[in-house]
């Protein structure tokens, strides 16, 4: 068997197309584009061009995109005071804090310092609580991305065997909500679970977040399985050059599973995408319009 390649950079593009659709919309009801935020604190490179892209993609959508850089050595005072000031921003719907941030900052308490009306990073406890309630939350951008793809390959999801390897509050903990939501039967499996290997095997949506290149065998994988696979790691190659790859061995997986998604071109372009549509979430939700049809 040879896997479906399930192409998160065509389904992104797709996404950015509705959202932008939907921005014009909201545009003229709110009579000003809908606007993010995004902070960004030191000069970390792959923070840099994470930022750069998100603001790029935010202005190509046709909503406003607002970069606040502070040094290095900003405290967490003045990250919270730049906070509070986007909380208070009207014209701000959307406040990303980019991680990780330096040391000398708790970054718990910046996060949660956010208002929740306004966190399309999903991370405040607030949006956590009322995604594991059901309520209508603001959910993480990577763990929605996930859910679409998985859409795209099988439709409904409702009765499927799911297994999120991997307990992040960013990835696995929210994935594991949606596909509840989505009436998955679900199985979070971690560092301390027992035969990883027989857990994986069980899934017909095998959704792995766990930050190991690799990690998973193709052997792991229940023939014609769902693979989702979010880890995104460099790692040197033997000519010395580097390249990104999963936390999923994609020759030997692509060999058993039904469909798979490549890294990079997979679960990556998902999360930007995602965070345009969390931030037209956010301004229909402040402003009291429908939530926008995406
Ligand atoms: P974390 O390091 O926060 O969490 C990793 C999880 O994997 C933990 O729950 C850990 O278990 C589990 N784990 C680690 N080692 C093993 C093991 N040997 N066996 C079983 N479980 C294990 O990572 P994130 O969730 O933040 O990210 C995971 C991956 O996804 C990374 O590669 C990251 O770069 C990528 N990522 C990609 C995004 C995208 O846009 N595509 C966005 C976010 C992340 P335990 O809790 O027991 O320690």
Redesign the pocket.
């Known amino acids: 068997m040879t896997a479906k390649i399930l192409d998160g950079k065509a389904v992104a593009a797709e996404v950015r197309a509705q959202a932008a659709q939907e921005a014009a919309r909201i545009a003229v009801q709110l009579g000003r584009k809908p606007g993010l935020a995004v902070v960004l604190v030191g000069a970390d490179p792959a923070s840099e061009v994470y930022v750069r892209n998100k603001g790029r993609s935010t202005v190509e959508a046709g909503m406003e995109s607002f970069e606040h850089k502070l040094p290095e050595t900003a405290s967490e005072a003045e990250v919270l005071a730049l906070v509070q000031k986007l909380n208070a921003d009207d014209k701000v719907d959307g406040i990303l804090v980019q991680l990780p941030l330096p040391k000398q900052i708790d970054s718990n308490r910046v996060l949660n310092a956010v208002d929740p009306a306004k966190d399309v990073d999903g991370f405040h406890p607030m949006n956590a609580g009322k995604l594991a309630t059901g309520l209508p939350a603001l959910a993480p ?2 763990p929605v ?1 996930c859910v679409i793809i998985a859409k795209k390959a099988h439709g409904s999801l409702a009765g499927l065997e799911a297994v999120v ?8 903990k929210p994935l594991a909500q949606l596909l509840l939501q989505e009436n998955a039967t679900v199985t979070i ?5 027992k035969d ?1 290997a027989a857990v994986a095997r069980r899934a017909d949506i095998l959704c ?6 690799e ?1 998973v065998k193709g052997d792991w994988i229940k023939p014609g399985a769902t693979v989702i696979d ?4 460099r790692i040197q190659k033997p000519d010395g050059k580097t390249k990104l790859v ?2 999923v061995a994609y020759e030997e997986a692509a060999k058993v599973a039904g469909a798979i998604t490549p ?1 990079p071109g ?3 372009p ?3 995408a995602c965070l345009l549509v969390n931030t037209l979430r956010a301004a229909c939700a402040r402003a009291g319009l429908p939530a926008p049809g995406i």
């Not at 390897?165 to 696995?172: A, H, M, T």
């Open positions: 951008c990577t991305g390897l991997g307990r992040s509050n960013i990835v696995g499996a971690h560092s301390r679970t990883l792995v977040a766990i930050g190991k290149p990690f979010v880890g995104i790691n999963g936390d890294v997979g679960i990556g998902m999360t930007i």
